[in-house]
């Protein structure tokens, strides 16, 4: 099994397992899961990388995804999101699942903020 005290050695290994296919993120994403189902933890709070639609992390089915948190959205990581601000709230709330509860933090305006909490119910078919 991965070491959890020496991850980077992991992650370089499974990288190399994949032949390169998944992405440092991916690949210690993965190790980070897997240590957890091995632990047996009850919760864990994971964070989302780049974005919750093709993020490594939207792996959680609707019954195993208790709360997702929508911090500070701002636009980041245009090159891969993306310049529309509507497009990164799209992507950044996708990891909302029908039936979760979604909390959006402050945001920096009211748009933002009801933009948010908009994809949340329309993830949840609210």
Do not use: M, W
């Not at 009850?42 to 490594?56: F, K, N, R, Y």
């Not at 310049?83 to 990891?95: E, N, P, S, Y």
């Not at 959006?104 to 119910?121: F, K, M, P, R, Y």
């Amino acid at each position: 099994g991965a070491s959890c005290g020496r991850p980077a050695g992991a992650v370089h290994r499974a990288q190399e397992e994949s032949r390169g296919r998944l992405t440092h993120f991916e690949a210690l994403t993965g190790l980070a899961l897997k240590y957890f189902a091995e632990q047996r933890v009850d919760l864990a709070v994971v964070e989302a990388g780049l974005g919750g639609v093709t993020d490594a992390t939207n792996v959680f089915s609707r019954e195993r995804l208790e709360l997702v948190v929508v911090t500070f959205l701002e636009r980041e990581h245009t090159e891969v999101l993306g310049d529309d601000l509507g497009g990164i709230i799209a992507a950044k709330v996708g990891v909302a699942k029908r039936g979760t509860p979604v909390l959006v933090a402050a945001q920096a305006s009211e748009d933002i903020a009801a933009s948010a909490v908009a994809e949340g119910l329309r993830r949840n078919g609210g």
